[in-house]
């Protein structure tokens, strides 16, 4: 593996257009998810919610594609305790 592929993979996904990560006064963090197509909507409701109760996520904006994925873009509130990201 090279240097700049293994820096890509340590990145976040990028976001879509217009889904810039604004906050007032920077009180939030979000992360982005993308949900694969073989992921149906009662799973991914199912995942998202275990995130929402266990990470203190909440859904900020959702975007289905023709594919069938999604890319999902989660928020909380900032705290000074770390925790770890969604993984999905």
Do not use: C
Request: positive net charge; proline residues 9%; glycine residues 6%.
């Amino acid at each position: 593996m090279t240097q700049a592929s293994a820096h890509r993979s340590q990145r976040r996904p990028a976001l879509p257009v217009g889904w810039e990560e604004t906050t007032q006064e920077g009180e939030y963090e979000y992360v982005p998810l993308r949900l694969p197509p073989d992921v149906n909507r009662v799973s991914a409701s199912i995942r998202l919610a275990i995130q929402a109760e266990f990470g203190g996520w909440e859904l900020s904006r959702v975007r289905a594609y023709t594919d069938g994925s999604r890319r999902v873009l989660l928020r909380r509130r900032k705290t000074s305790v770390p925790t770890p990201e969604p993984g999905m």
